[in-house]
């Protein structure tokens, strides 16, 4: 620090005792002896001080020293030492870390590197001068620019994006210091790339192209790939960069095969697994499986997915993935994340999907790598994010596979008395949806869910599903045992959601599933109580929305088989107990909570708490495609529950309507014909102008040759009267003068002819004109008289609303009284549950 003073005060002078000056002062003097010192070592000198300061005077010395330094990169360009500290200044002013020095200065603030980087990015051409410097070889200089540069982006980052853009051959210098021999460099270049290429896919396809893949996999190599240190992150993280949400680079990524060289870096050895997991190794392995999960995403183009897919069923990638889930000593959240990449890879695809079926777990008996994973989702001792991806495989691995679906519903049929003993996916699904745990209930909920996915069929098949009871009672059905625990006060709030996304999606065109759950005692009676309860909890809104979309399920989806529980008495059910209005609005509660929101977003469940487990992907994007039908249905009843219709009118009003409809009718036919007729007026009227214009045409050029033959003529018979006044005429000149004089009045005849005919075609035009003014009125005045008879209908129709509401209030008095085809009665809490047991029966 003594050295550091003594060589100010060479630079600055010495002071007069007793008087220490500001920091501000010293800035300026240093600034000062930049701007005016004509010596190179002066400046140098001053340039080094002022890097010695602006760690500590930052403000200071951005405020005052920028234009200077500037100043000194674009004039002494050919000093590498000057150059190398007025970066390292320029740098130590515009980053947004906070130095050590500045703790105690009360002047800085948080973002003060961000207003310096303002200040210098508003010239433009200051960036250009600094990217100039990136083709020096010092050392010193050529990474004081690369660090400058970063940290302008990491401020600044899509105004710094738009300046290298510009900057001439800018992406191209940055990439080839890529291969500079000195690893400092190659890692501080690793670090702008990351920044440089945050969310612009335009540098992104230019990094890609200019030989990114092949240098960051040399890199990876080098370093000693997975096992390798910050490094390889780097390298992976830049890679990610790259790949993500840009589907050009990704097609390029695959066509490269670059996708065969990722596979082996998921090789675990032997040697490996008994070293154990380090922090770094970690790091690296999270990001090799974010870098997969970028090229098969749900969000990325179906093309691109489907071809990396089977590229990394062929190059053995997802057979590595499926060995680290079944290897022991593996951390959580590195298990968590393949797990979530096995789901994408095998996502809808059938040959993935039948490997991963095929995949069998290192136990004792072995079992089914998928029945393995859901022994974990039911498991409430596991991990929260462990169990969500868990479930997020198992739907991928039944997205679109209904061999996999069946095969998951027939575990729940068994068809001898052997297969009991073996733990199947029904079992484990029906064992965590009749727990004690609530979030298991959903986790089972959904997964069931799930397996009856655009599958009527399976919605058929899982309604002879039996459960044995207790004390040899009679079996009872999977649907019946749901509305059961539905129904049961201390069923969580969770878990009836989950049963009610289950009950929801198994309804939906499934007439068998609504009269099932019709005929289950009590059912209607719990919806109908749940839609009239005035809770005012955002949940238990929540629970009466999809209450409301199961029971306008049950209409909408209702084959009228069970009497007394038919759509029209559903509907007069909900009018005269719920209202139509009250019904409505609770329907709409599912899509105004926020939970659905979330589910909406993307087919991955992510929950940072279990709270939040709510809503599922794809129960949103049934309730999204039936809402709307579901309330236009129920609001399509009037008060005695009949659907509005025709047939409902009274004899008179029907007959008033079919008049006034047979009315309309013949006047949309009289529309019809008269815009017909005026179509071929106006196609006829076309070819009338087109055959004018030719006539037009041809009179011009009869006109032109007339007049020419006119001039011949008058010119021949000058000449005969000059050679007449000497000789005779000749025989052969009156010849030929008589055969001009002919031609001539045949010209003149046809003339004559072609303009009669021109005139006929201008009366028969205009008459043709007339006809169509005159269609076109009277097309007017039809509309004008179909708007008035639609006035007057409307008209009528009110008044026949009115005197059928008169007649109501006269003749028959509204009842308040429930219908007798509906029970009342709750079934109590403390009425003993069945018991789901491993075996099933037909």
Not at 590 to 602: L, M, N
Not at 704 to 712: S, V
């Amino acid at each position: 620090m003594e050295f550091l003073k003594s060589g100010i005060k060479t630079v600055l002078g010495g002071t007069e005792p007793g008087q220490q000056p500001s920091a501000a002062e010293t800035v300026e003097k240093l600034v000062d002896r930049v701007y005016s010192s004509t010596l190179l070592e002066d400046r140098r000198d001053a340039c080094r001080a002022l890097k010695a300061l602006s760690r500590k005077y930052r403000i200071e010395v951005g405020a005052q020293g920028m234009p200077p330094l500037v100043q000194v990169l674009q004039n002494d360009g050919q000093d590498a030492e000057i150059i190398s500290y007025a970066l390292d200044t320029l740098c130590n002013v515009v980053t947004s870390e906070e130095f050590d020095e500045e703790a105690d200065n009360p002047t800085v603030s948080v973002n003060v590197g961000e207003q310096f980087t303002e200040m210098f990015i508003k010239t433009p051409e200051h960036v250009t001068v600094v990217m100039g410097y990136l083709d020096e070889y010092d050392f010193r200089v050529r990474r004081a620019a690369i660090q400058l540069i970063t940290s302008l982006i990491s401020n600044k980052t899509r105004e710094l994006q738009d300046l290298v853009l510009v900057s001439p051959m800018g992406v191209s210098k940055l990439m080839d210091l890529l291969t500079d021999s000195r690893e400092v460099i190659r890692n501080d270049v690793l670090l702008l790339l990351i920044e440089l290429t945050k969310g612009n896919s335009n540098i992104q396809k230019i990094v890609a192209f200019e030989n990114a893949f092949d240098r960051l996999f040399e890199i990876v190599r080098e370093e000693g790939c997975s096992d390798g240190g910050i490094v390889v992150e780097d390298c992976l993280i830049l890679l990610l960069n790259l790949l993500k949400n840009n589907s050009s680079n990704q097609q390029f990524f695959k066509e490269g095969s670059y996708i065969q060289k990722l596979a082996p870096m998921f090789e675990l050895s032997q040697d490996a697994e008994e070293a154990g997991w380090s922090p770094q190794k970690v790091s690296n392995f999270h990001c090799l499986l974010q870098v997969v999960r970028a090229l098969v995403t749900p969000s990325n183009q179906q093309q691109v997915v489907t071809a990396c897919q089977r590229v990394m069923q062929k190059s053995r990638l997802l057979h590595a993935l499926c060995e680290i889930l079944m290897s022991s000593g593996v951390p959580a959240d590195i298990l968590t994340e393949t797990i979530n990449a096995v789901a994408e890879v095998v996502r809808g695809d059938r040959d993935n999907q039948d490997d991963l079926g095929r995949v069998m777990a290192p136990s004792s008996p072995p079992r089914p790598a998928i029945v393995v994973l859901l022994m974990s989702m039911i498991n409430e001792k596991q991990l929260l994010a462990l169990r969500c991806a868990v479930l997020y495989c198992f739907e991928c691995f039944l997205y679109r596979n209904a061999d996999g679906q069946r095969a998951v519903v027939q575990t729940l049929l068994p068809s001898s008395a052997s297969d009991v003993s073996a733990l199947s996916t029904g079992q484990l699904l029906c064992t965590g949806l009749f727990s004690t745990d609530a979030l298991a209930n959903w986790f089972s909920a959904v997964a069931l869910m799930h397996s009856l996915v655009e599958n009527v069929a399976l919605k058929e098949e899982l309604l002879r599903v039996l459960l044995a009871t207790p004390g040899g009672q009679r079996p009872i059905t999977l649907l019946e045992q749901c509305t059961n625990l539905m129904q049961q006060e201390r069923y969580r709030l969770q878990s009836k959601v989950g049963l009610l996304m289950l009950l929801s999606l198994w309804l939906a065109h499934c007439p068998g599933a609504v009269k099932a759950l019709l005929e289950t005692q009590g059912t209607m009676a719990y919806l109908t109580a749940q839609l009239c309860s005035n809770e005012h909890d955002e949940r238990e809104f929540l629970v009466q929305g999809m209450c409301a979309f199961l029971m306008g399920l049950c209409i909408q989806f209702n084959d009228n088989s069970l009497p007394g529980q038919k759509r029209e008495d559903i509907s007069q059910l909900i009018i005269k107990r719920i209202g139509q209005e009250s019904f409505c609005s609770k329907l709409a509660e599912v899509s105004r909570h926020e939970a659905y929101s979330r589910a909406c977003k993307q087919a991955q469940i992510r929950a940072k708490s279990a709270g939040e487990l709510l809503l599922d992907y794809e129960y949103c994007k049934l309730y999204k495609g039936l809402e709307a039908l579901i309330a236009k249905l129920v609001s399509g009843f009037d008060v005695d529950g009949i659907e509005l219709t025709e047939l409902t009118l009274s004899s008179e009003a029907s007959a008033l309507v079919s008049q006034y409809k047979g009315i309309i009718r013949g006047m949309d036919a009289q529309i019809q014909a008269l815009q017909q007729s005026s179509k071929e007026l106006e196609q006829e009227n076309a070819e009338l102008k087109e055959k004018l214009g030719e006539e037009q045409s041809l009179k011009a050029q009869l006109s032109d040759q007339n007049t020419l033959l006119k001039a011949q003529l008058g010119a021949s018979a000058g000449q005969q009267a000059q050679a007449g006044q000497g000789a005779e005429t000749t025989p052969a000149n009156q010849e030929e003068l008589n055969a001009a004089r002919y031609q001539a009045n045949m010209y003149f005849a046809e003339n004559i002819r072609l303009t009669k005919e021109l005139e006929t075609l201008r009366q028969q035009f205009s008459a043709e004109k007339q006809r169509a003014d005159a269609a076109q009125e009277s097309l007017a005045a039809t509309q004008k008289d179909q708007e008035d008879l639609l006035e007057l209908l409307a008209d009528q129709e009110a008044k026949l609303t009115r005197y059928e509401e008169a007649a109501t209030t006269v003749s028959f008095p509204t009842s308040n009284q429930a219908p007798s085809g509906i029970a009342a009665a709750v079934p109590s809490p403390d009425e003993e549950s069945p018991i789901p047991s491993g075996t099933a029966s037909r």
